[in-house]
């Protein structure tokens, strides 16, 4: 994979900078560990800035948009010209993530990386890689420069994101047809059976699950995906937006940058990442446990534990975003709080 080295470099968390935080939330005058994953969440933060004094005064939200071939097989109610018609309302900062974001102080950087139609918002980035995959019932959904195209692309944005100061980076993704894709992949990775991952995405009937259902069967078997290779099972049954969002978490991990997972699609993108390189997982930061009945699977497999439990499902990277607030609140226990010295204990 031609960003092998890259990920070669990635360093271990710095554990004295860990060690300061957790040190500094057992000084404040509050129960200990009251905060529960919100103060491991600024102790992992010091881990990867190597720094205690944490800040994140700068941070952005990356929404990848993409299509998928597999929609010609019925797997989503609705039709694939959507995701264009989305991807403007994010460009316009429109969409519900653009209106959250705003609340959260947080940028919308919106790419297309490989929508049926293309776009010409002056609100989002083109890294159009192909006019949507290829129906992953019929071969691969990528071939193997078009999935390392859109890691290498996901890489990229980070680095970019690094050197105009951005300190954390929330995950969004818009695409038709993409918990189909996130469901094989899932299937693939975790073992665990299709029926038990796959769910009815944007609200489908039961004909259409069954239909979804079948379409990632035919999937699996006619592409014989390696579940020991993520690249593999990525590149044969993901998408574009899974597949550039896998390099947004690469890429954090790579240039030092906490990366915030959003729902399912976004969280089995940060699966192949870890699967990719272990290490990557230390940069990834759990934002909330989608109403997808795979994603709590996931988020296992990874070892992370979510924010927020609220049965959200719109995706765009609005349940990352919702997170932000939340950090930023434990953030000022942090640093604001007085110490149990100050209270003469």
């Known amino acids: 994979m031609i960003f092998t080295e890259q990920i070669n470099n990635i360093k271990n968390l710095d554990k004295t900078e860990m060690e300061k935080a957790m040190l500094r939330w057992d000084e404040i005058a509050k ?17 990867i800035f190597s720094n205690s004094d944490v800040r994140l005064d700068k941070r952005a939200a990356i929404v990848m948009c993409a299509d998928n071939g597999v929609l010609a097989q019925g797997v989503a109610q609705t039709p694939g010209e959507i995701t264009a018609v989305m991807a403007g309302f994010i460009a316009q900062r429109r969409s519900s993530v653009c209106i959250m974001a705003k609340k959260a102080n947080a940028d919308i950087i919106a790419v297309d990386i490989g929508m049926f139609t293309r776009i010409s918002e002056k609100g989002i980035i083109d890294k159009h ?6 129906d992953m019932t019929k071969g691969p959904a990528m071939t193997i420069e078009q999935a390392e195209q859109a ?10 994101c690094k050197a105009k100061g951005y300190k ?31 769910g009815r995405g944007a609200g489908l009937s039961d004909v259409g699950l069954a239909r979804k259902i ?11 995906p390696d579940e020991t290779d993520a690249f593999d099972v990525l590149q044969k049954v993901g998408g574009f937006d899974i597949a550039g969002l896998c390099g947004v978490f690469l890429g954090g991990a790579i240039y030092g940058i906490p990366v915030v997972i959003d729902g399912f699609i976004s969280a089995v993108s940060a699966l192949i990442a870890a ?30 534990s979510p924010i927020i439990h609220a049965d ?7 349940g990352a975003v ?9 953030l000022a226990v942090y640093h604001d709080l007085m110490t149990y010295k100050d209270i003469g204990m």
Do not use: F
């Not at 890689?129 to 290829?134: E, L, N, Q, V």
């Not at 929330?170 to 796959?198: F, P, Q, Y």
């Not at 990719?276 to 296992?300: F, G, T």
């Open 151 to 160: 890691i290498q692309t996901g890489i990229e944005l980070v680095k970019d």
């Open 312 to 318: 959200m499902r719109l995706g765009e990277g609005t």
């Open 275 to 304: 699967r990719v390189s272990p290490k990557a997982r230390d940069y990834m930061i759990s934002s909330h446990v989608s109403a997808e009945p795979a994603c709590k699977a996931v988020l296992e497999s990874l070892q992370l």
């Open 129 to 134: 890689i192909a006019d949507g995959t290829k």
């Open 322 to 330: 919702a997170a932000l607030p939340l950090i930023d609140m434990a």
């Open 214 to 224: 079948d379409a990632i069967k035919r999937a699996i078997k006619i592409n014989n």
């Open 31 to 47: 129960p200990v560990g009251s905060l529960g994953v919100l103060e491991d969440i600024v102790v992992k933060l010091a881990g």
């Open 168 to 198: 954390i980076i929330a995950t969004g993704e818009m695409g038709i047809g993409n918990t189909t894709t996130s469901s094989a992949v899932a299937s693939v990775l975790l073992d665990l059976s299709v029926e038990k991952v796959t």
